[in-house]
């Protein structure tokens, strides 16, 4: 038993570890509960709502969320919700009243369910969903209440009145220790998360030909092999970019991401880099298999020089790109590398057109090579279609041109290290920045 | 705004169409809110409970989910954080009441903060959050409620235990509704879904050949093409299967799907799965793309020979496996298929390994096919692996042995109709199922 407390104690400081804001969090949350509670103490504030206060501190329970975007989004939904939902639940009683006192629960269990019925269909529209759902249940919740109350309690409005406030209160609680103390930005996690996607899949790219022709560049470069793994988180990303991209709509401009930043981008993005993270899936199947050589030396080492000029370029220009996202600073250098590259892919096609194989080499042979040029080329695709959604991004959202980067104004650095405190996977290195316009 | 509405009215019965289960679900909400809300209009019942009754309908819409699994995981999940978080909450406020009045609310401030933020952070470990993070959240509820307003009323006792008998009211009234109206099974959803997956990457290679080779085997299989495009479905699976899984372990057994039924091998399958789906994604860019002939005549018919093979054969045995998963009876003719993918890769080695090229050929009008064949190389190994699993899955699931399918018993059957009534993707054609021992 001893055992397994310190190993659950372990876990827990890794987590904090990893992600402080965990921990902050956890405190806020705590604040913001005894906050929200004071006003059971306080007499005064007590006589106003009763023990319809407990709504406030069971608003806070349920709405507070991690990011200032999962909060706004189920306060601003449960206060819309309860609204609405009262003033309807006001209205059902209202009709209710006029069938007498036999006829009143039949009507009302009428109401409720038709209203329950239809809203919960109304929750299967994947755009409702996406966004609203919250809303639609707490709505069901309150117009039922309300409504159902109303048949033994006679002040249905001041009830509904009560569960408003309080609810507003609770959810306005909720909201400013959420935003003032250290808030947690989901849109600015989207932002890195994309940003450090394509790091991943440049680190890859970069270090491939050293790996696939078995060269150490360097003694320290080969213990660390981590930048050959790094890609496949990259694989798996939809759902969660998804629901990002949908939190970050309800934030309010913080920094440089102002409100209607151009979300959609991010997804594009992340679309074109699970894409390219495919063909890496496939290229790091070869890692394993020994190189063939079926060619004559010179057209070998020229071949080589190509495979490892194209997945370094690539891998630069994702370096860059990712970066640019970072920094939000328009690299100049990406057209250059993916120029390179692509300089480096005609090389490649032109030595495999020129008939220099010697007579009964096994063809088979040179499958894997072949493949894994096919498969660079590809990756060539992928880059320049991945370039050319961040200059989209670059121009919708104003990054800075490369020319004027060294006055980058203040929220860029703040930007650029927060990202560094979330490292998405807990196996990453140092941050590589590279300074735009090397 | 009228042609608004229509459209909205479209979707909403394009959505009742796709998953008639929707339809059912909403007036299972609706009837089990009106049924709970009968506490209401009861005298009897209602002289009991009080306004505590309003916690029975609140559970009912908080709690009742989709499918049994969610509703179970959910109403456990909130009737044990209630009982706990009360019984704490209640010791709470007997501590308390040891410090004087003006002492009272401090210590219980104390206590609230303390709780809160732990638990808050305990939501934060990923096996508590996948299966218990619902209750974390009720139990800071329920502490909160219980031990605050027990500064103002005396009989906090009577409250929590109002609290608790309301909320278990609510979670059995939600599960007798969902479990004995037309019951949603999501252990039967994810067991279809990975069913499902494996049918539409047999379908991609079934037809892969005739498509690479432009070969239309008769006229009607020409004119619909979305066999191509099902596997993209089965690309970003991770997520719901995993939440399917952990959904599913709350459910009791019901037909053939016993309680502590394998989940982790459907996990495992869908893994599988999707690795193989990579590979077809990369098999489908080589699609539009003309097919080079730089072998001689005869050279060239046998390797389309093997390729077709061996694509319609991983093809036919990952339909076997898909329909086997599906009527839980082992299939015979799945090794017999993938014997004959195998023999058909070895063919194609073969055929490569003779140097059969015209002098100066284009190296490079071979890649493609060549990246063609070492994909097509891959895909048998992952249809080995996927066969390996299920097989896992038949011995701990005990699927029926070939020999005893005819006597298939009635479960069977009902499982395989409910699955084809939820098709995961709009665009599926008929089922078409394979009998087992063919």
């Not at 609405?84 to 639940?89: F, N």
């Not at 213990?223 to 990303?237: E, I, R, V």
Request: charged share 20%; aromatic share 8%.
């Amino acid at each position: 038993i001893i055992n397994k407390i310190a190993e659950k104690a372990k876990e827990a400081k890794k987590l904090g570890i990893d992600d402080p804001r965990r921990i902050i969090h956890s405190f806020k949350v705590g604040l913001a509960i005894t906050l929200v509670s004071l006003f059971y103490y306080f007499k005064p504030l007590y006589e106003g709502f009763g023990v319809s206060a407990m709504w406030a501190v069971l608003t806070v329970v349920v709405v507070f969320e991690f990011s200032v975007g999962a909060t706004l989004g189920k306060g601003l939904n449960r206060v819309c919700a309860t609204l609405l939902g009262g003033l309807l639940g006001v209205g059902a009683h209202w009709l209710a009243c006029y069938s007498g006192k036999n006829g009143e629960p039949v009507v009302i269990a009428v109401f409720v369910f038709i209203v329950a019925a239809t809203v919960t269909f109304v929750r299967f529209f994947p755009k409702m969903k996406a966004r609203y759902d919250y809303g639609l249940m707490v709505f069901i919740l309150t117009f039922c209440l309300v409504s159902v109350s109303g048949y033994r309690e006679d002040e249905v409005i001041r009830m509904a009145h009560e569960r408003v406030v309080t609810i507003a209160i609770g959810s306005c609680t909720s909201l400013l220790v959420c935003i003032l103390i250290c808030p947690v930005w989901i849109g600015e996690d989207l932002h890195n998360h994309v940003a450090d996607n394509l790091e991943k899949l440049g680190k890859f790219l970069e270090g491939f030909g050293g790996e696939y022709f078995k060269i150490s560049n360097d003694g320290q470069s080969n213990t660390d092999k981590s930048f050959l793994q790094g890609y496949k988180s990259a694989l798996n990303t939809k759902n969660s970019e998804e629901n990002m991209a949908n939190l970050a709509r309800w934030e309010p401009g913080h920094g440089r991401l102002k409100f209607r930043h151009p979300w959609k981008l991010y997804l594009k993005a992340g679309t074109l880099t699970r894409d390219c993270a495919y063909k890496i899936e496939a290229l790091s199947s070869h890692l394993n298999s020994d190189y063939p050589t079926p060619w004559p030396e010179e057209i070998q080492s020229k071949i080589q020089e190509s495979y490892t000029m194209i997945s370094s370029e690539t891998g630069k220009a994702l370096k860059e790109l990712a970066s640019a996202i970072k920094t939000m600073a328009r690299s100049s250098s990406v057209n250059t590398h993916i120029a390179n590259s692509k300089a480096a892919a005609e090389t490649l096609k032109s030595l495999f057109k020129i008939s220099v194989l010697e007579e009964d080499t096994d063809l088979l042979e040179i499958v894997p090579a072949a493949t894994v040029a096919s498969l660079l080329m590809d990756v060539v695709t992928c880059t320049e279609k991945i370039a050319a959604c961040v200059n989209d991004l670059a121009s919708q959202a104003n990054f800075n041109s490369p020319n004027n980067n060294n006055n980058m104004i203040p929220g860029n650095s703040r930007l650029l290290h927060r990202g560094s405190v979330q490292p998405i996977s807990g196996t990453e290195g140092p941050h590589h920045v590279i300074t735009i316009g090397e």
